[in-house]
């Protein structure tokens, strides 16, 4: 998609600390990152989000998951991470290219969220 910011990463267009990629997939580090380990999972195809994700996604999804632990070990998080999938306006998504944030490092990241 030729106006979104992570499609121009896959592209190489923008620079980006990359750090697994495969035919599928592009894992690279958060610009801003929120906890030691902060990475970002990408399908290398355009997906806007989980809500526009359909059948013909499950195979990289699933591919996304099941690099998860790996990703976060070799980053530096080897006891567990945590992921998160921002969707949507409610769920608060900045960049409308579908992203897995893997975040963790050497110390529990914190609770989840506020309870309301
Ligand atoms: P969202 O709120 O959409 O789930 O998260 C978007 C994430 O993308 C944020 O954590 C933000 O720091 C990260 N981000 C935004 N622009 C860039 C960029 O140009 N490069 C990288 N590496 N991360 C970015
Ligand atoms: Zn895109």
């Given at each position: 998609?030729?106006?979104?910011?992570?499609?121009?990463?896959?592209?190489?267009?923008?620079?980006?600390?990359?750090?697994?990629?495969?035919?599928?997939?592009?894992?690279?580090?958060?610009?801003?990152?929120?906890?030691?380990?902060?990475?970002?999972?990408?399908?290398?195809?355009?997906?806007?989000?989980?809500?526009?994700?359909?059948?013909?996604?499950?195979?990289?999804?699933?591919?996304?998951?099941?690099?998860a632990n790996e990703i976060a070990v070799s980053q530096g998080s080897p006891d567990g991470f945590r992921v998160?999938?921002?969707?949507?306006?409610?769920?608060?998504?900045?960049?409308?290219?579908?992203?897995?944030?893997?975040?963790?490092g050497p110390d529990p990241v914190g609770p989840m969220?506020?309870?309301?």
């Amino acid at each position: 998609m030729s106006d979104c910011l992570f499609c121009k990463i896959v592209e190489g267009k923008i620079p980006a600390q990359k750090v697994y990629e495969d035919e599928d997939i592009l894992a690279f580090k958060d610009i801003s990152p929120i906890r030691p380990v902060h990475v970002l999972v990408i399908p290398k195809k355009h997906i806007t989000s989980l809500a526009t994700a359909g059948a013909e996604d499950v195979l990289v999804l699933g591919k996304i998951l099941a690099k998860a632990n790996e990703i976060a070990v070799s980053q530096g998080s080897p006891d567990g991470f945590r992921v998160i999938i921002n969707t949507g306006r409610v769920g608060q998504q900045e960049v409308p290219h579908l992203h897995v944030h893997i975040v963790g490092g050497p110390d529990p990241v914190g609770p989840m969220l506020k309870r309301i």
